[in-house]
């Protein structure tokens, strides 16, 4: 299993933005479909962006169309996250995961990162 590490959260403003990285080792990279959950307290994760091997089609949660944009870099193991014009109802903790397959349910990506927080002040 392809070990994931998660960067770059914090405390921003409204309007603001932030670029997560997840960094993955111990695996082939460039075989897995990379996405982006997010879980808010008291709420269930949710899926946010999905992407797969090649970095096209991208699939987007509705809520962060146009503000949201996933990239990866399988020369250096890493996936991105830039996310713009930040609403505080995107308050969350980040995680990066890792699958065989194209997915946007959790229970198919089996790798995981720690989560990365990201608060949004109003």
């Known amino acids: 299993q392809v070990q994931l590490v998660e960067s770059g959260g914090g405390l921003v403003q409204a309007g603001g933005s932030l670029r997560l990285s997840c960094a993955a080792s111990?695996?082939?990279?460039?075989?897995?479909?990379m996405g982006w959950f997010r879980q808010a307290p008291g709420k269930e994760r949710e899926f946010v962006v999905a992407?797969?091997?090649?970095?096209?089609?991208?699939w987007y949660v509705d809520s962060v169309k146009g503000r949201f944009t996933i990239s990866r870099d399988n020369a250096k193991n890493t996936v991105y996250l830039q996310m713009n014009s930040l609403k505080p109802e995107d308050t969350a903790v980040y995680y990066c995961?890792?699958?065989?397959?194209?997915?946007?349910?959790?229970?198919?990506?089996?790798?995981w990162g720690q989560g990365t927080q990201v608060t949004i002040s109003s």
């Open positions: 111990g695996g082939t990279f460039r075989r897995y479909v």
């Open positions: 992407i797969d091997w090649s970095g096209n089609n991208p």
């Open positions: 995961a890792a699958s065989h397959g194209w997915s946007d349910y959790a229970g198919d990506f089996g790798s």
